[in-house]
């Protein structure tokens, strides 16, 4: 190869790689006029007062942030106590359903298996919500089956319940949790595990010591990616919670509705967008712990 | 607010008196002129015939969009946000007051609108709105208590057995109405804009909401329909309207002795409003006696339209039904909510936020 | 050897048991996920109006709403519906064009270019997908009333919300999807297939469409396909950037779960999802197609 041709080369590929900034461009001014921005406004219009009408005013205020932590923390609390058990059923139920389809021996079977999984997934969120309104109802259907077969006498109430929106949230997000720990079962060797056997583990060892970490980093991503919309969820409580199951994210809707806050709804959603924050946090250095050990 | 009990019982004496007078009547025809437009109609959830919309696309050669909201509140909100390109809506009386009182109303033009001369004239020149410079009125009608007539044999005559019910009931998310109905028992002017007197209201329903599993978006209806709740606290006409669907005496309205609310729902015109000259032709169409009546025969509510009680076109059951007509010793007791103030409202908002998250817990 | 023995034995016992406990979790995990799907497609056919016991077989729900659609005086609110679909359709088409592009474009920055500050625009890019939809929603809500009370100050033209401020929101939650997708297909992509077109004397134009882009289109379709799947199902943040008559279907679908209970909702439901899964398959076939052609 001669020596011109190569340095001509050098510098078209500098040149691409100049270019390079330019093709990112416009999606980063894209997404800071329309995600940046809006954040930005969010986060000042939380510190100012509220007008008539709820619009927001100067001057600066923290008394938004004050009603968040005072009256609303007990609904805080709730959705995140909410959105953490949703996370914890999901691992129990999800872990052992992506061990068993990554295990499947035939590739057709495995694909199917994990078909199953998706598929749900595919029809509008609204309406699997609104199909646990039908099970879950007092002349619904679970009542229904549990009345003629006289396990009960009177129709349970589940509808309208935390025990309902905590079904609604598992049922959307569960998954959210299969997928990566699929992901990262099937990229297993499970040679590991015939070593451990070797120098005497027995089954929980070598699940505890083997499986376990070497599938953290599917397990962290799926907590995570349920732990997050779980917080935030707006239409499961709206549709299946009632009052007892309010969570943070209908109080959000209502500041920007009936109740007309809008100052009051930023600080509200600032603060969940802090505890989303957090737990990102912790899902990233986690990550990095499992990584580095 | 005894004032407009008393102008009901005018109303009330009038109607059952009259009969079908079988007046010719022509077809409402569409002024000139509108082809191509297009009009954008934000009213209340369940709250207009199936038919009445299309009529109108095709007399007028518009095309008509629609969406619909659960309380005033909410629509105020929107409409104060800026109105996102509405030319109609349907706000009761106090909020009528509010939102012209913040300019967020255009004029009527009533030139525009002959078929003023339809609407009952005592329910015209009300106090939220004396010379109808803003609004005419669409239906009213009153707050009360749907409930099974299963778990009710002998019906509900007092709000205690709302409170009292050991089963799921829906409260209706009308913080006015339902603060209101507090205050009659506590002895409070329902419209009280005294902090005091607005806490200890929200307190009362706090304590008495033991048995709320929701406070329904107008929708407490549906709730009682598929049978999750047995009690739901209702517009009247939210309640006939499933009665008359099933074609059964599964449920049934009542409003309790004690009281409850009577409002007025009007047609307005929202400031920025991009096509008030067509809004206003579709106010005139409303009135009209014919279509006023379709749609009362639809919706279940009291018609303001004289004409169209006078006409015959009202079907007889609606006219003799008396929970859209209710007797004139219960009119007295119900009250009309009023505007309040930024102040109030500000109190009334915050209460209203607290009872919902304390009744869930 | 004997408490060896012992061991084993256990340890055989333990392991049967977490066998059987690895076949039953998931039988239960199945039945979770179905069951709701399978009680709404059988209700839809249930001849009354009751989802508490299947009373018999019918067809008249469905026969109502098509009724409806065929109708000379076609209904109201299948009018609104129709409307509402054609809706999504156009607010998912248009927004999915442009996030395609737009998400491609930082794709192949961030994998080709070289230019600082890449961290942060992996954060940038990564934030949209983590967070929550209400908050999305409402930022967007507020940030398009203050740009349109600007724009009416200075211009003295009111502005509404409508299809642009919807399909600018969808824009916005769809790059991420997109570009992460296109990045996948072109972190599997070997560099040298430029390197060797360049080395052919094609320009990085040429190179590009000629080489870069046939290799990573399965990745940008379904990146594309993603985008607008996310489209046509999002509720929250239409529902706060929507303005006047650009009701889109899930929008419209809130306001029939709400407010009605006839089984003709269970029939519209199983409808909706025939359509979905019947997407679906259309793409993944299409996909497993243009995968193999690669």
Not at chain 2, 270 to 282: G, I, M, Q, R, T
Not at chain 2, 306 to 327: R, T
């Amino acid at each position: 190869m001669d020596r011109q041709f190569s340095l001509d080369m050098k510098t078209r590929w500098g040149h691409m790689k100049k270019s390079g900034a330019l093709l990112a461009l416009p999606t980063i001014a894209w997404l800071f006029i329309f995600f940046v921005l809006p954040l930005l406004i969010v986060l000042v219009v939380s510190f100012l007062s509220r007008g008539r009408g709820g619009v927001a005013l100067l001057p600066f205020t923290l008394q938004h942030y004050e009603r968040t932590f005072d009256v609303f923390f007990i609904i805080l609390r709730r959705s995140i106590s909410l959105a953490g058990l949703t996370t914890v059923i999901c691992l129990l139920v999800g872990y052992p359903l992506a061990f068993f389809i990554s295990t499947r021996r035939r590739r057709l079977v495995q694909q199917i298996t994990l078909f199953l999984v998706i598929l749900p997934f595919w029809t509008n969120f609204l309406i699997r919500t609104y199909a646990w309104r039908i099970l879950l109802g007092e002349q619904g259907t679970i009542n229904g089956l549990l009345l003629s077969v006289g396990v009960i006498d009177e129709p349970l109430t589940m509808l309208n319940t935390q025990f309902a929106v905590l079904v609604g949230l598992v049922y959307g997000f569960l998954p959210f949790m299969v997928l990566p720990i699929y992901a990262s079962v099937e990229r297993f060797n499970f040679r590991y595990v015939d070593a451990a056997y070797d120098l005497g583990a027995n089954d929980a060892r070598a699940f505890l010591r083997v499986i376990l970490p070497l599938t953290m980093p599917g397990v962290l991503a799926g907590c995570a990616l349920v732990f997050i919309p779980s917080v935030g969820a707006f239409v499961t409580p709206d549709l299946l919670g009632g009052t007892r199951g309010l969570m943070i994210g209908n109080l959000i809707n209502k500041q920007f509705g009936g109740s007309g806050n809008m100052p009051l709804g930023s600080a509200l959603s600032i603060v969940m967008m802090a505890v989303v924050m957090l737990s990102l946090l912790v899902y990233v250095f986690a990550n990095r712990r499992e990584r580095g050990a | 607010m005894k004032k407009l009990g008393l102008l009901l019982i005018v109303v009330l004496l009038l109607a059952p008196a009259v009969t079908a007078q079988d007046m010719a009547h022509e077809p409402w025809t569409c002024p000139e002129g509108y082809d191509g437009q297009t009009l954008s109609i934000f009213n209340w959830s369940t709250y207009i015939a199936e038919d009445t919309v299309p009529n109108f696309e095709e007399a007028c050669g518009v095309t008509v969009n629609y969406d619909i909201y659960e309380s005033n509140e909410a629509m105020l909100a929107r409409i104060r946000q800026g109105n996102p390109g509405y030319d109609i809506i349907v706000p009761s009386g106090g909020t009528v007051q509010r939102m012209a009182e913040e300019m967020l109303l255009i004029p009527l033009d009533m030139e525009m609108i002959p078929n003023v001369a339809n609407v009952i004239p005592d329910l015209l020149g009300a106090a939220y709105d004396p010379e109808n410079e803003y609004s005419l009125p669409y239906q009213w009608g009153t707050v009360g208590v749907g409930y099974r007539t299963e778990v009710f044999p002998d019906g509900i005559n007092s709000w205690d057995q709302v409170w009292e019910h050991d089963g799921p009931v829906a409260w209706l998310d009308d913080r006015q109405t339902m603060l209101g109905i507090a205050h009659l028992f506590l002895g409070n002017d329902p419209n009280t804009t005294d902090a005091d007197e607005i806490s200890a209201a929200r307190d009362y329903l706090i304590d008495k909401g033991g048995n709320v599993v929701t406070v329904a978006a107008d929708d407490g209806q549906v709730l009682l329909e598929r049978g999750d709740v047995d009690i739901a606290i209702e517009y009247n006409g939210d309640i006939l309207q499933i009665s008359w669907d099933c074609e059964c005496d599964d449920y049934a309205y009542a409003i309790p002795d004690e009281g409850s609310n009577v409002w007025i729902d009007n047609l307005s015109i929202p400031v920025d409003a991009p096509n008030p000259e067509l809004a206003n032709v579709f106010i005139d169409y409303i009135l009209d006696a014919k279509v006023g009546a379709d749609l009362t025969n639809y919706i279940w509510y009291a018609s303001p339209n004289q004409a169209s009680i006078e006409s015959g076109y009202i079907d007889e059951e609606i006219l003799n039904d008396p929970a859209i007509f209710p007797p004139a010793e219960q009119v007295a007791k119900l009250f009309a909510i009023i505007d309040v103030g930024a102040e109030a409202e500000e109190l009334i908002n915050n209460a209203w936020d607290e009872l919902l998250i304390f009744l869930g817990q | 050897m004997l408490i060896n023995e012992g061991a084993m034995g256990r340890n055989r016992r333990i392991r049967r048991l977490g066998q059987a406990g690895l076949w039953l979790n998931p039988m239960v995990a199945y039945f979770f996920l179905w069951a709701p799907i399978l009680v709404l497609v059988l209700f839809s056919f249930n001849s009354s109006r009751s989802v508490a016991s299947f009373s018999g077989f019918t067809l008249k729900w469905y026969s109502n709403i098509l009724n409806n659609v065929m109708g000379a005086e076609s209904a109201f609110s299948t009018a609104i519906m129709l409307n509402a679909f054609r809706n999504s359709l156009f607010v998912g088409t248009v927004a999915t064009a442009i996030s395609t592009v737009l998400g491609t474009m930082i794709a192949l920055a961030m994998a080709r270019g070289k230019f600082p500050g890449k961290r942060l625009i992996d954060g940038l890019l990564f934030l949209p997908v983590v967070i929550p939809e209400i908050t999305q929603a409402i930022s967007l809500a507020i940030f398009f009333k203050v740009a349109f009370d600007w724009f009416a100050l200075l211009s003295g033209e009111r502005v509404f919300p409508g299809f642009h401020t919807i399909i600018a929101a969808h824009v916005t939650f769809n790059i991420s999807y997109v570009a992460i997708v296109a990045r996948a297909r072109l972190a599997d992509m070997n560099p040298r297939l430029e390197e060797a077109a360049n080395d052919l004397g094609a320009n990085p134009w040429r190179a590009f469409w000629r080489v870069t882009f046939p290799l990573i289109l399965p990745g940008v379709i379904s990146g594309a396909l993603l985008a607008f799947t996310l489209s046509l199902d999002d509720f929250v943040i239409t529902f706060f950037t929507s303005g006047v008559g650009t009701t889109t279907l899930p929008v419209f679908v809130y306001g029939l779960l709400k407010l009605t209970v006839t089984p003709e909702v269970n029939a519209i439901s199983t409808i909706m999802m025939l359509i979905s899964t019947l997407l679906i398959g259309i793409s993944l076939a299409m996909q497993g197609r243009a995968a193999s052609r690669v």
